[in-house]
């Protein structure tokens, strides 16, 4: 995928979640929103609760404003609870904000990984090969029993969503999303962009 056509995509991923927004389709965090995850450019999780310093800069950094610091109150909100030394480590909640990769936004980096000062985020180029072979966040996993797709209605939404589409997610027959884990990078798009509630596809954090 070109960078022009990585940028179409991401374009029309922003507009999918802005018309579920609109359509009043963005569903109220509850139990069953899924686990958090790290902004891009994450390390290890050990490595990363070591090098990370809780300084905000990322967050700030976030055109998406989708990055958030981890507190207690955050986490009981969508039912994810609280691990050793992860208070004010940012997080990302897709079922409410997902990553857009920085769509839009100036500079050749991803925003996040630039402002990190310790290296927790490694710099990132916001080029979509780059991004696709080097940010782990997580991977989706379809719910079948949920997804309208896989229960006699057509849908597509998350599909559309996805940034790789054709490659991280696809259309299988009357839309069913199809994920290729080794092509997804755990952005949270689809998630973010499901209609039904609670959402028939989730990010699993890295």
């Given at each position: 995928?070109?960078r ?6 991401l ?10 927004i ?5 569903m ?15 390390l ?13 800069r ?11 610091g981890?507190t ?8 994810v ?14 079922r409410k ?12 980096d991803?925003?996040?990984t630039?402002?990190c ?19 782990k966040?997580?991977k ?6 949920l997804?309208?797709s ?8 998350c ?10 997610l696809?259309a ?11 092509a997804c990078i755990?952005c ?10 609670p ?8």
């Amino acid at each position: 995928m070109d960078r022009r056509s990585f940028i179409g995509k991401l374009t029309g991923a922003t507009l999918s979640v802005a018309g579920a927004i609109g359509g009043g389709l963005a569903m109220v965090a509850g139990s069953e929103s899924s686990a958090c995850l790290r902004p891009p450019g994450a390390l290890l999780e050990e490595d990363f609760l070591a090098t990370c310093i809780r300084c905000g800069r990322c967050a700030d950094a976030c055109p998406n404003r989708c990055i958030v610091g981890f507190t207690e109150d955050a986490g009981a909100e969508l039912d994810v609870k609280p691990g050793l030394g992860q208070r004010n480590t940012p997080v990302i909640f897709a079922r409410k904000k997902a990553c857009i990769l920085c769509n839009g936004a100036p500079g050749e980096d991803l925003l996040c990984t630039a402002a990190c000062p310790t290296g927790a985020l490694v710099k990132t180029k916001k080029d979509a090969d780059v991004v696709q072979a080097t940010v782990k966040m997580g991977k989706a996993e379809v719910d079948t029993t949920l997804c309208y797709s896989f229960n006699g209605a057509s849908c597509g939404a998350c599909v559309r969503a996805c940034p790789f589409e054709g490659t991280a997610l696809r259309a299988g027959l009357w839309e069913k999303p199809l994920v290729d884990p080794e092509a997804c990078i755990g952005c949270g798009l689809c998630e973010r962009a499901c209609v039904h509630y609670p959402q028939a596809i989730r990010v699993r954090p890295a």
